[in-house]
């Protein structure tokens, strides 16, 4: 047992010994996982920058500064001198103000020209106003989920405030135990697709990565995380880590928080508007079809409130023994690899959660690229030896001679999409075929959350594939506000759309379990000119699975939460390589490029006997300690 010492008291008596008297430190708290230094003097962020940087060096820490409420100029004048100080080139559409930490929330369509060359406008606020300016860019188009958010966000700063305090009183607690006794708990996404949720425990902290629900599934037994294992309990979770924003991985977070979790959640920043955007379509999908809510719209608020967004590449302290980075997982916006470094370099654990080692129009190849790595959980979605994807440009041929073919006999296309990722992969190709003029022009018509979740997208272009960074940020191009598309605002126009001439028809939800895609399947599915495209994973006991089967009947629940039976006439298609997982080749090649051969892969989120061939073919071919575990299942890593 390591000696009890008061780590807190002691980082707080660094902070002072580096830091000169006429800086005015009035206190030093612990804000989540960051150091929170206030003082009468904010500007010591430019002019004591050497002294803070040393101090990080020091202690190991994240540092913030924040100035001392006494200090701070009223907001009404702040906010004029603010707007004086940057130029009408930034284009500011919103100043809000948060006094509880006393930052100025500056959102701005052009945040580099709010920065400044190498921060000086900054700086100049900073001076000036004495409020610590942070800098939101304002979606292209307009994202209520964005606005929902950053006011959740704004109005709830007080609640905030005491969650990163207590967040980082956990944080920051005196290491009891020696490190050691590392061990995962599978409690979903075993030999299964659906209710991702793995419990890492050491003999000090529990995080829990991923907690999703199972969208084919009716049972709770099934359809969630199996959280009455013995070793689960909230009051001693440190940390939950989402690894993106579909429903099978962050689906039933707001649960934990309905219960009494009161922790913290880690997520790139993207991913926590588009898990409160999926999060709240679940809910409204539950109520149409009279089922029972895990989790109302206040456990949301406060999942918002409790999450820490982190960027790619930042190492943060979660609790006292793990650092947590994320990576580009390139599955969809904002997807992560999560690397979690436990002690100092005891053990490396890497859960790619869902990834795709291939570049695509939306997003980057994911990266390989960790310093260590002894233990990697690996996604196995398509990791079947059948299972080998055509390449992007096949995958893209395919699809639109696909579409040129039911639009020259008459027909309309539906595309099922999920509406994060793959429907702004199809919407970039739709629109660079028809401007090539390969693909029939047509009407282009996109309902569901899909332009809310595009809305998201164009906010953190960042995020996105380098040629779509440049088109948003530096031509002052947006490719998903192409003239082909016509957003559905209603459903009152539907009918015009179903009667209407030929045309493409991209809808929520992928697997035909809800959303808009729904009304025009039942409409449409009985006439053999029309054609349905998969170009998404349809998950196992899912209406989707069952039309990609050629089942010729499938019944769903209508509007009006009745019964209908669907016949099914329309060509059904399913175009591979739009995946956003990676297929076998993919996998293996990502395993084998990790810059150290891990010690231990433990294969997961795959059907049963993929899960395990998988793990077999590895152990076989490359001599390592593969398995794929089974629910409940515990595993010791060192």
């Known amino acids: ?140 188009t307009a994202s209520k989920i964005i606005a929902h958010v950053r006011h959740l966000l704004y109005s709830g700063s007080r609640e905030r405030e005491r969650i990163l305090r207590n967040v980082g009183e956990r944080i920051f607690r005196p290491l009891i135990y020696d490190v050691g006794d590392v061990r995962i708990t599978m409690l979903g996404g075993a030999r299964e697709v659906g209710r991702s949720a793995i419990l890492v425990e050491t003999r000090e902290s529990k995080v829990l990565l991923d907690c999703g629900i199972n969208p084919g599934s009716t049972k709770p037994f099934e359809g969630f995380p199996r959280f009455d294992a013995g070793q689960f309990d909230l009051d001693t979770l440190d940390a939950v880590v989402i690894s993106h924003a579909h429903l099978d991985h962050c689906g039933f977070l707001p649960f934990l928080y309905k219960y009494g979790y009161d922790g913290p959640t880690y997520c790139s920043a993207p991913n926590l508007s588009l898990m409160t955007l999926l999060q709240l ?35 943060t302290d979660i609790a006292p023994d793990i650092r947590l980075t994320l990576h580009n997982a390139g599955h969809i916006l904002g997807s992560s690899m999560i690397h979690l470094h436990i002690g100092e370099g005891f053990h490396n654990i890497v859960y790619t959660g869902d990834f795709k080692y291939g570049k695509t129009m939306l997003l980057e190849s994911a990266s390989p690229n960790f310093p260590r790595v002894e233990t990697i959980i690996t996604e196995s979605t398509y990791s079947a030896p059948e299972d080998v994807m055509p390449s992007r440009m096949e995958a893209e041929k395919k699809l639109v001679s696909i579409i040129n073919e039911t639009l020259n006999r008459g027909g309309k296309v539906l595309i099922p999409v999920p509406a994060v990722g793959r429907a702004q992969e199809i919407m970039l190709i739709l629109d660079e075929y028809m401007k090539r003029g390969e693909l029939l022009e047509a009407p282009v018509f996109i309902e569901g959350m899909i332009s809310e979740a595009t809305a998201i997208h164009t906010a953190y272009p960042e995020y996105l594939s380098k040629e779509v960074r440049n088109a948003i940020l530096n031509q002052g191009v947006n490719p998903f506000e192409s003239e082909y598309f016509t957003v559905v605002e209603h459903p009152s126009a539907r009918d015009e759309i179903i009667e209407g001439p030929p045309s493409i028809i991209v809808a929520t939800s ?123 299942e515990t595993l010791r890593l060192r």
């Open 1 to 140: 047992m390591p000696p009890i010492t008061n780590k807190q008291e002691e980082i707080r008596r660094t902070v002072l010994e580096h830091l000169p008297k006429e800086a005015e430190i009035t206190r030093v708290e612990f804000e989540g996982p960051s150091l929170a230094i206030y003082t009468k003097n904010p500007e010591i962020r430019i002019t004591h920058n050497r002294a803070i940087t040393d101090i990080v060096s020091i202690i190991k820490k994240r540092i913030v500064i924040r100035s001392d409420p006494q200090v701070r100029l009223n907001e009404n004048e702040a906010k004029k001198l603010i707007m004086d100080i940057l130029p009408k080139e930034a284009e500011v559409t919103n100043i809000l103000f948060d006094p509880t930490l006393g930052e100025t929330i500056i959102e701005a369509k052009k945040p580099g020209l709010v920065i400044g060359k190498n921060g000086t406008t900054l700086q100049e606020i900073i001076i000036k106003t004495r409020w610590i300016p942070r800098v939101l860019r304002s979606p292209p």
């Open 281 to 315: 379509d679940y809910l409204d999908v539950l109520t149409k079809q009279g089922a029972a809510l895990p989790y109302d719209q206040k456990d949301v608020r406060s999942a918002v409130l409790h999450t820490i967004p982190l960027r790619y590449g930042v190492v």
């Open 510 to 632: 992928g697997m035909l379990e809800g959303g808009p895609i729904i009304e025009y399947f039942q409409k449409l599915a009985d006439d053999k000119r029309n054609s349905i495209i998969f170009v998404s994973y349809q998950i196992e006991g899912t209406i989707g699975r069952r039309v990609q089967k050629g089942i010729p009947e499938v019944s769903i629940i209508n509007s009006e939460g009745k019964i209908k039976v669907i016949k099914c006439s329309l060509e059904v298609h399913t175009v591979e390589g739009f995946s956003g997982h990676s297929d076998r080749r993919q996998i293996i090649s990502y395993l084998r490029r990790l810059p150290s051969k891990p010690e231990n892969i433990i294969i997961c989120h795959g059907e049963k006997s993929k899960c395990l061939g998988l793990a077999e073919y590895l152990r076989r071919r490359y001599k390592v300690n593969a398995v794929a575990p089974d629910i409940f």
